[in-house]
Each structure stands twice: as structure tokens, then as C-alpha cells.
């Protein structure tokens, strides 16, 4: 009952070949390290460049921006 040994992962191993194929088993090795080098890659790159810094928006020079004049109550 305790852990597998060798032979059961062998033949767990054998069982999965013989199901999928190597030739598919292959393109999803690929895949799946494709996958990861990608997200490393991300990673980096998110991680090495510090966050530019925002430039505050001119209001009176953004053409998107709406001119509202508030008034207070007496």
C-alpha cells in the first residue's frame, strides 16, 4: 500500500506510450516547453525594465478632455 516502485511507473509509462504515441507524446513535450520558455521569457523581461514613470495629462491641451466651470451654493 505504501509507495509505487519502479516496475508500477514502467508500466504506468508503457500504458501512456502505447495509448498516445510517441510521435504525440513528442509534439506535446515540445509544446508544453515552448510554453514555459515563453513565460520565463516573460517574465524577464516584465521584471528587468522598472516602470516608466506617467507624464500628468495637460487638461487644457487634451483634446478629450471637457471644460466644466463649478459653482457653490450660497
Known sequence: MGSFSIWHWLI???VVVLIFGTGKLKNMGKDLGGAVKGFKDGMREGGADPATPQVPVNPARDP???DVETKTRT
Do not use: E, F
Open 12 to 14: 504506468v509509462l508503457l
Open 64 to 66: 478629450n478632455t471637457v
